[in-house]
């Protein structure tokens, strides 16, 4: 037996070479991610990468439809089985349509100094898949986003900024962004009142999720309270004020379950409609209640709801925000924006 082996010995390191490449590939899939058709580069689609640009100057931000993804740095996090909320990383979401942003940081001590890095939760937003990559950071992202900006200045990113550490001191936070901010401060939109589309263009809308002690210029107050309770309500969606004259509703049930955040998910998109004076933002994600989620599948179901949905044209759904979003989901929404699906 022994000398069997030996003489087949390459043959048999070939198919361990093999069998370890098989595992690595199943252990890596994205299970339950709806997979892109040819439909994404139609010719009755706005491009992805500047589907802004036909929208009128004088349209308000808050009446139009906009796709968003939740935890949106969350590709690459320990471990992936429950926190992984995205496939694409930032940069990639955004050639792909994706306009608002679900951006979670927490203070980080680096050799360069405290830096704002990217967490989902406890987990650390990193760069690879490997469990010892390097952590993403704020200024890395924004570079992106300038670039994309650069190169695409009939666009506008919504920037959603939550402190995810309740440890972190608030001004510290504060001012740690604002470093990042005032490096390049014409490139931001920092006031607290819903803008058109001529305003932004080419900029980024700066959206608070953050206690603001600096009494400083902090963009849309966006800070719901929290609506992690697994009880359903007869109204999933709350609505609050944004200045003196502006609304908010929000629909951020995340622990329901997948039937019961589907339902949560159309009660919004049918009964509360965003207009020149009204966010609106409505979820999709969810952790189906469950102590140990995996978001992929619950994506996986609740996607294919939303692609499966009669969006109609020249209608404003405001901002959808999901997990694992794809460019044929992002093009579904965005669409709407629009009097008829084909219009060039």
Known sequence: MINFFKEHKDRWLASLIVLILLIVC?????????????????????????????????????????????????????????????????????????????IRLAIENTRE???????????????????????IYLDEVLDQIYAFLKAHPSETVLFCVKDENSNDKAD????????????????????????????VRGRIVLLRRFSNPLAKSAGLDFSWEDQGSSQVVDLPYVNYPIGDNATLWVQDRYRYTVAEKEDAFIDMLENVQPDDSTFTLNFLSTTNGSGISHPASYASLLNEKLMGIDLHPNTSYGIIVVDFGTRQLAQHIYMTNYKTANQQ
């Open 26 to 102: 199943f252990a890596n899939a994205d299970s339950g991610e709806i997979r892109e058709a040819a439909i994404t580069d139609s010719k009755h689609y706005k491009p992805t990468a500047e589907w802004m640009r036909d929208i009128a100057d004088d349209t308000y931000l808050s009446s139009i439809s906009i796709p968003g993804t939740h935890d949106s740095a969350a590709r690459y996090v320990f471990p992936g089985y429950s926190l992984r909320t995205q496939k694409m990383t930032i940069a990639d979401q955004l050639t792909s349509g994706y306009r608002y942003l679900d």
């Open 113 to 135: 100094g405290k830096r704002l890095g990217f967490v989902h939760n406890l987990g650390k937003c990193r760069k690879s898949k490997f469990i010892f990559s390097k952590q």
């Open 172 to 199: 510290e936070f504060e001012r740690l962004l604002f470093n990042e901010i005032d490096k390049k401060p014409s490139d931001w939109y920092l006031d607290d009142t819903i803008p058109k589309l001529s305003s």
